[in-house]
Every structure is written in C-alpha cells, then in structure tokens.
C-alpha cells in the first residue's frame, strides 16, 4: 500500500547501516518515504546519514540526513528543534540505535557494560524526551522502539548487557504508552529474531570460526530455515507507524519467524 504515512514527518533514529547492505533503520527510512512520509535520516556518521537520504532522493522521495551522537543529549535536543523548525512536527520516532557487545558480567568491564546501555537505551530515552512535548502538543503521534527477542529469552550469544537493554526498552515501551495513550500518543516496539543485517557480521560473527559457520547455524535455529531481513522489520515498523495500527500501542511485536514460540 502506498500513501500510508503520506505527509507525515518520520524521524528515524540510526538510519545508517553499521556495514555494507540493509539494517534495520536504513530499511525503515526508505520504506517510510516509500509510504510518503518525509524522512530525517539520523545517524552518528554523517555518511551513513547521507548515504540513506541519498537513496530515499534517488526513487524521488522526501527525505534528509542529519548526524547527530544520540547519547548526547543536547545533540538530541538541537536536532529535535531543527526538525521541528524545517518541517513543524514529528509524526513518526523511529528509535533504531543499538549495538551488541559479547561478555557476561565476568568477562565485560563496567565501562563497556555503561558504554552498551547510553547506546541500546539512553538514546531512546533522550530521542523521547525531546519529541513527546511535541506530540502530545499535537495531539497524536507513533513511536516504534526496535528491541529484540533477546529481551524475553535467551538466544544463545554472552552478551548480558544486550539482554539487559533490550529487556529494559520492552518495559520502556509498555510504560510510555500507557502513560501518553490518553494524549493520542501511540509506542510500540518490534522485537527482531536472527536477522541478516549487517550488524551480525561485525558483532556476532566473533563467536563462529567463519561467516558462513555463521550464517548456516543462525539459519538452522529459525523455524523457518532462514533469517529474516531488514525488510521484514521495516513492514512491520511501517504498520505500527501507521493509521492502520491506530488501536495498537504498548505491543512488544515479535518479527522472529515463528522463534519465540519454539521450546528454548
């Protein structure tokens, strides 16, 4: 369907991809425009930015690229004022910033432990901080937080810190929707099983003897046979953006291929 977000603004939060292909956030940003929103494309490296809004302009869509270091709070603030002053409103909160680092509470410093949580979970915190004032101004807004099934069970990889911030974006996400769902204003998250993003082959792939080891075993533990892709999360964050979702808020959506629902 076309026209699903037409003439709305969508701020996507990591819009860039973390390697070469399609992430989560660089998927979600051109199928938004796709739906005729007009996109800010955000991300820490101005590249990445670009390099989406790039493609968003290359099918004839609205969109632009902004950097923006999203645990920095005022960075956050001045970027939601520009948006805000550019286009009048924020109709959209993609949050999509997030990384993974291997290690259990032994083997990860309190550093990196600190360093993973400003990442995966103060930057949605900062992004809704600042954009809610102005949706709820409105009257009506749509956020979509991205998480992960390993916010409700184990998925095999040491990474305690991943857990813990994904677990904590999921209660996150139920708490604010129910807390703005009387101010018109919708949060949902998605939560992601093994999926072939970019991310994998530069975060996940140290705990295999190669990539294709890699790949084989993650397609292997989908009930499916394979991985999603970062389309299949992009679809969804587009239905829960939409009019469509309009009587959806607090769901923490599995897009896993059937994942969760197997015996761990």
Not at 42 to 61: F, N
């Amino acid at each position: 369907m076309t026209g699903r977000l037409q003439n709305r603004v969508a701020l996507v939060m990591g819009a860039g991809s973390s390697g070469p292909g399609w992430g989560n956030g660089k998927a979600s940003a051109l199928t938004f425009a796709r739906a005729g929103a007009h996109v800010v494309a955000v991300d820490r490296d101005p590249a990445a930015a670009a390099e989406t809004a790039d493609l968003i302009a290359a099918e004839g869509l609205s969109g632009d690229a902004a950097a923006c270091d999203a645990t920095d709070g005022a960075a956050v603030a001045a970027l939601v004022d520009d948006a805000i002053g550019a286009h009048g409103r924020i109709d959209v909160l993609m949050n999509n910033i997030g990384i993974a680092v291997m290690g259990g509470p032994v083997e990860l410093s309190e550093e990196e432990w600190r360093r993973v949580l400003d990442i995966n979970l103060t930057t949605i915190f900062s992004a809704c901080k600042h954009v809610l004032p102005h949706m709820t101004q409105a009257g009506r807004g749509a956020i979509v937080n991205t998480s992960s099934i390993a916010g409700i069970r184990y998925v095999g990889y040491p990474y305690a810190s991943y857990y813990a911030t994904k677990g904590a974006i999921n209660q996150l996400t139920v708490g604010l929707a129910l807390q703005y769902a009387k101010q018109g204003v919708r949060v949902n998250a998605i939560m992601p099983g093994l999926m072939d993003t970019p991310m994998i082959y530069g975060q996940i792939s140290t705990e295999y003897a190669d990539l294709d080891e890699m790949v084989a075993a993650r397609h292997a533990m989908c009930p499916t046979g394979r991985m999603g892709t970062a389309w299949d999360v992009a679809n969804a964050a587009l239905f829960l953006a939409s009019d469509e979702a309009g009587y959806i808020t607090g769901h923490c959506l599995p897009v896993d291929g059937g994942l969760t629902m197997t015996v761990a």
